[in-house]
């Protein structure tokens, strides 16, 4: 014992005096701080190809919407309802980000569901492709793409509110440089999406006056098979779901946040599925957050004219897919030009000041369409195809600035191991709005009388769904969006002071890791 101690002495002075630690010492100090470094890289790198894929399927929007007005046959309120429907994975979205975090599938919470639901989407495009499906044949198939979609988006999105809330770096960060943190993973995210739109945009315009729609179809559906075999590389531990007699239950005193303070102990595992629910409602029954939420839903579900738009660019204004294409990849410039203003700019400026300004924006910029649609542009001398493409880009960039703050507020929202659950929640909120949004637009369309070569009506619609859309901004004072920020924070300092020694796992889970982590003004699905 003696010889053992004068050695390490003799070790500590070799060092000391300007000696070099050996091979297994500088392997020791270095394998373990790359590992996690490799690992936090591959989780970026399945991030930005689960955004890309969902962006690079535009590839098959203009086709789609051809789909529904040549091959179906549909009207424009028909239009409306079949995207209702197809866009009704969107509107559970929780629903995937709770059996995300809380159901494994073969022994995994993140990348089991990417494979299957990859391979899914290559299944469903391929057989729009090779055969000739009926309407009702159609639009199921395009709701188990968008099931897909919507899924794995709830997954990438979970992965990054994780690594946003990642305890080992976040630990010591100011408000400000936790905000500048999600900022960046949100432009991220969106950025990475818009790109992949914007490749697609003009080429599927392009495409579609070369090739059949069928064959689109066929090349779209690659995408989701690329994503299932990219999300095998997703540095994810196999887990096991533990008792819930394991759980640790103590008392609160703060009735605030009691709710809120009940991590679980547990050895690489996920809470059962009954727990995760409790939490998930127990958090969404303060005022601090069902009024952020539901303001969000009312903001979002104002009328919007976009398939009356559609067919009044196609049928009134007789503009080709290829100026179509040419108009969607003006929309993905303007969407990534949005997310940069912002983070660039923005990112530290007050949420409500940047909403409220960006919503009167969008009021104005939106009101032009009625120029349009009533033809004075004409009498104004401006050229049709030149007034929609700047028009387009003006707008487009003031609706991404004017999301991309809600976007990021929700990424701080989201309490720690119910991250998927939560921001798939919030963006549901967003999407459900939208949906209604569409469907609203769609009675109005009916009401008004326009069909696909009437559109003497189509100036009210729009008049409606900008008027409509700034009446929901007297009400923005009465949510208060950083105290929901306040109580995500402080769930997390309860998790950690209640629970020490406790290991709280992230998304990777490695030896030695013990601390917690985390065409008109509607947007896509988000």
Request: charge should be neutral.
């Given at each position: 014992m003696i010889e053992e101690k004068s050695a390490a002495v003799g070790e500590e002075k070799?060092?000391?005096?300007?000696?070099?630690?050996?091979?297994k010492q500088l392997k020791d100090c270095l394998s373990k701080p790359l590992a996690s470094i490799n690992e936090r890289y591959r989780i970026y790198f399945v991030i930005i190809f689960i955004a890309f894929t969902q962006g690079i399927l535009g590839l098959a929007d203009l086709s789609v919407s051809y789909l529904y007005k040549d091959d179906f046959k549909m009207t424009p309120a028909q239009v409306s309802a079949a995207t209702g429907i197809t866009s009704l994975p969107w509107i559970v979205k929780p629903l995937w980000g709770f059996i995300s975090d809380g159901i494994p599938f073969l022994g995994y919470r993140r990348k089991s569901y990417l494979v299957?639901?990859?391979?899914?989407?290559?299944?469903?495009?391929?057989?729009?492709?090779?055969?000739?499906?009926?309407?009702?044949?159609?639009?199921?198939?395009?709701?188990c793409v968008q099931l897909g979609v919507a899924f794995s988006n709830a997954i990438g999105e979970?992965?990054?509110?994780?690594?946003?809330?990642?305890?080992?770096?976040?630990?010591?960060?100011?408000?400000?440089?936790?905000?500048?943190?999600?900022?960046?993973?949100?432009?991220?995210?969106?950025?990475?999406?818009?790109?992949?739109?914007?490749?697609?945009?003009?080429?599927?315009?392009?495409?579609?006056?070369?090739?059949?729609?069928?064959?689109?179809?066929?090349?779209?559906?690659?995408?989701?098979?690329?994503?299932?075999?990219?999300?095998?590389?997703?540095?994810?531990?196999?887990?096991?779901?533990?008792p819930s007699a394991e759980?640790?239950?103590?008392?609160?005193?703060?009735?605030?946040?009691?709710?809120?303070?009940?991590?679980?102990?547990?050895?690489?595992?996920?809470?059962?599925?009954?727990?995760?629910?409790?939490?998930?409602?127990?958090?969404?029954?303060l005022p601090q957050l069902w009024k952020p939420i539901l303001f969000i839903f009312v903001f979002q579900m104002t009328p919007s004219p976009s398939s009356a738009m559609f067919f009044f660019y196609t049928n009134g204004l007789k503009f080709a897919p290829e100026f179509m294409g040419q108009l969607k990849f003006i929309q993905s410039i303007a969407n990534i030009s949005g997310i940069w203003f912002y983070h660039r700019f923005l990112k530290f400026i007050a949420f409500k000041k940047i909403f409220s300004w960006s919503a009167v924006g969008c009021f104005f910029s939106g009101m032009t369409q009625i120029l349009l649609v009533t033809r004075y542009n004409v009498d104004l001398g401006i050229p049709d195809k030149a007034f929609c493409l700047t028009?387009?880009?003006?707008?487009?960039?003031?609706?991404?600035?004017?999301?991309?703050?809600?976007?990021?507020?929700?990424?701080?929202?989201?309490?720690?191991?119910?991250?998927?659950?939560?921001?798939?929640?919030?963006?549901?909120?967003?999407?459900?709005?939208?949906?209604?949004?569409?469907?609203?637009?769609?009675?109005l369309?009916?009401?008004?009388?326009?069909?696909?070569?009437?559109?003497?009506?189509?100036?009210?619609?729009?008049?409606?769904?900008?008027?409509?859309?700034?009446?929901?901004?007297?009400?923005?004072?009465?949510?208060?969006?950083?105290?929901?920020?306040?109580?995500?924070?402080?769930?997390?300092?309860?998790?950690?002071?209640?629970?020490?020694?406790?290991?709280?796992?992230?998304?990777?889970?490695?030896?030695?890791?013990?601390?917690?982590?985390?065409?008109?003004?509607?947007?896509?699905?988000r």
């Open positions: 070799r060092l000391s005096k300007g000696g070099f630690p050996s091979r299957f639901f990859g391979a899914t989407g290559f299944i469903c495009w391929t057989l729009l492709s090779r055969y000739n499906v009926t309407s009702h044949q159609g639009v199921f198939l395009l709701l979970a992965l990054l509110v994780e690594i946003s809330k990642d305890g080992d770096n976040n630990a010591h960060k100011s408000d400000e440089e936790k905000q500048g943190e999600a900022s960046k993973n949100v432009s991220l995210f969106f950025s990475v999406r818009s790109f992949g739109y914007l490749l697609t945009t003009y080429t599927g315009g392009v495409l579609l006056e070369i090739f059949p729609k069928r064959e689109i179809f066929t090349i779209t559906s690659l995408f989701p098979l690329a994503l299932a075999a990219i999300a095998w590389t997703l540095p994810e531990k196999a887990i096991s779901r533990v759980y640790a239950k103590v008392p609160h005193e703060d009735t605030e946040t009691a709710p809120l303070a009940d991590a679980q102990p547990r050895d690489s595992g996920v809470a059962s599925p009954r727990k995760n629910i409790k939490r998930v409602l127990a958090f969404i029954r028009d387009s880009l003006i707008l487009q960039t003031i609706t991404e600035i004017n999301t991309i703050p809600i976007l990021v507020m929700a990424c701080r929202f989201c309490p720690k191991n119910i991250e998927g659950t939560m921001y798939a929640l919030l963006m549901a909120a967003l999407n459900f709005g939208t949906m209604i949004s569409v469907q609203l637009g769609g009675l369309i009916a009401y008004l009388g326009i069909t696909e070569s009437n559109f003497s009506s189509l100036w009210i619609l729009i008049l409606i769904a900008n008027v409509t859309s700034v009446m929901t901004l007297p009400f923005l004072g009465c949510v208060n969006f950083e105290a929901a920020q306040e109580l995500a924070e402080k769930r997390k300092l309860i998790e950690e002071n209640d629970h020490p020694g406790v290991e709280t796992p992230r998304f990777v889970n490695t030896e030695e890791n013990t601390q917690p982590d985390e065409g008109t003004r509607k947007q896509p699905n």
